[in-house]
Each structure stands twice: as structure tokens, then as C-alpha cells.
């Protein structure tokens, strides 16, 4: 089991940058396919990005591309997701998950991972 606790949230104006990251603890991190989702009021949890285990292998959703960057520190235990350039409806809250099993990948579907951490609020005004 892994637990999983995001931090780097916040209110940013338009144009502006965070830096997401999600600590692990528990089983090894680098056992687990890693991903970024998001979620407004109302609206269903959508895939924003996800890293393989060693981190070689990576995907950002289109609507970030090229402003978002996953990356992930074995060694410590933790991924980042560099937001730049961020427009307001980058406002969301912003979840980590983790997915373990045999297969290392990039993974896109909420169903496929197993553990969440509890999220942390990205606010971008105009």
C-alpha cells in the first residue's frame, strides 16, 4: 500500500506558475505508475498526466501540452507536475494516484489506479 499527500497548491493570476507535488510513503515508489488528475465542482475527474515508473516513459493531456511538465523523483519519493502558463480553466483540484501491478506505463483512466492522495486546490484568476 502507498499513501499519497499533495502540496503546491494555490491562487496564481493568469500567465502565472505552480508546482505540484505528491510525497509517497509506504510500499516502494518506484513500483507504481504515476498519474495527475483534476476535478471541478459538477464535472467528472479528468486525466491531466501520467509517468511511467522510472519516469522514461510520459503523456500530458492536449489541453496542457506545453505547459505542464510530470516529472518524478524515485530517490525521493515524489512526482511533480510543473504548471506554466496557467489560464483559468486550469482551476481545479488537482489529485495524484498511483497505479501498481505488474505492467509499468502511462495510464489514463481513473479505474486503473489504485491509490489517491486527497488533492489540493489550483486556483488561476483572470
Known amino acids: 500500500q502507498v499513501q499519497l499527500v499533495e502540496s503546491g497548491g494555490g491562487l496564481v493570476q493568469a500567465g502565472g506558475s505552480l508546482r505540484l507535488s505528491c510525497a509517497a510513503s509506504?510500499?516502494?515508489?518506484?513500483?507504481?505508475?504515476m498519474g495527475w488528475f483534476r476535478q471541478t465542482p459538477g464535472k467528472e475527474r479528468e486525466f491531466v498526466a501520467a509517468?511511467?515508473?522510472?519516469?522514461?516513459?510520459?503523456y500530458v493531456v492536449d489541453s496542457v501540452k506545453g505547459r505542464f511538465t510530470i516529472s518524478r523523483d524515485n530517490a525521493k519519493n515524489t512526482m511533480s507536475l510543473q504548471m506554466n502558463v496557467l489560464k483559468p480553466e486550469d482551476t481545479a483540484v488537482y489529485y495524484c494516484?498511483?497505479?501498481?501491478?505488474?505492467?509499468?506505463?502511462?495510464?489514463?483512466?481513473?479505474?486503473?489506479?489504485?491509490?489517491w492522495g486527497q488533492g489540493t486546490q489550483v486556483t488561476v484568476s483572470s
Open positions: 509506504g510500499r516502494t515508489f518506484s513500483s507504481y505508475s
Open positions: 509517468i511511467s515508473r522510472r519516469g522514461g516513459s510520459t
Open positions: 494516484a498511483a497505479k501498481g501491478g505488474p505492467y509499468s506505463g502511462t495510464y489514463f483512466r481513473e479505474y486503473e489506479y489504485d491509490y
